[in-house]
């Protein structure tokens, strides 16, 4: 891998992280546990469509592990994670195809964080009582992944395809 892909991949871990810091000093956006906006998810998408799933992975991932150092702990680290997973497997299968928008592939990111999060706590807790809360989470992923799909398909626009630098750059 080139310094130049280490470097703009580590840009990303940098802005994913000051994105779901700021998030978690924002109010909640409706009075509903786990239900926000995901906005660091915008960098996993742009960074998915630019540089493929391997790449999405690898920022998600190290974001994730610094999140939870620095911010949450490891307790709710193996839900963000399996949602990430989930939702990056699905994501990038959509996304292949190419026939999908960026907020079509983050809708189905989002439900699909949502799903993988709901699953992991049902097994944890041993319940079906939480697919209860599906409902909720299937809405608020839907909205958050519109959201997040508008956002990325809009800094998608304003930056240049991988490999293509702004003029005078190197």
């Known amino acids: 891998m080139k310094t ?10 940098a802005l994913a992280l000051i ?10 956006l409706v009075p509903v546990p786990g239900v926000k906006a995901g906005l660091a998810n915008v960098v996993i998408l742009y960074v998915l469509c630019r540089r493929g799933w391997k790449a999405a992975g690898a ?10 150092a620095l911010f949450t702990g490891f307790g709710p680290f ?8 989930v939702s990056l497997i699905g994501s990038a299968l959509l996304q ?20 993988g999060q709901v699953a992991l706590a049902a097994l944890v807790l041993e319940s079906g009582y939480v697919l209860y809360y599906l409902p909720v989470l299937v809405l608020s992923g839907t909205l958050a992944g519109v959201l997040v799909g508008l956002l990325t398909g809009w800094v998608l626009r304003l930056t240049p395809p991988a490999g293509r630098h702004l003029p005078g750059g190197r």
Not at 19 to 28: G, H, M, N, R
Not at 59 to 68: D, N, P
């Open 4 to 13: 130049r892909d280490v470097t703009f991949l580590g840009l990303c871990v």
């Open 19 to 28: 994105l779901s810091y700021v998030e978690s000093l924002l109010p909640p």
């Open 59 to 68: 920022v998600s991932l190290v974001r994730l592990l610094l999140s939870a």
């Open 78 to 85: 193996f839900y963000s994670l399996t949602g990430a997973a």
């Open 96 to 115: 292949k195809t190419g026939r999908f928008s960026p907020v079509g592939v983050s809708v189905l990111g989002g439900v699909l964080h949502n799903l």
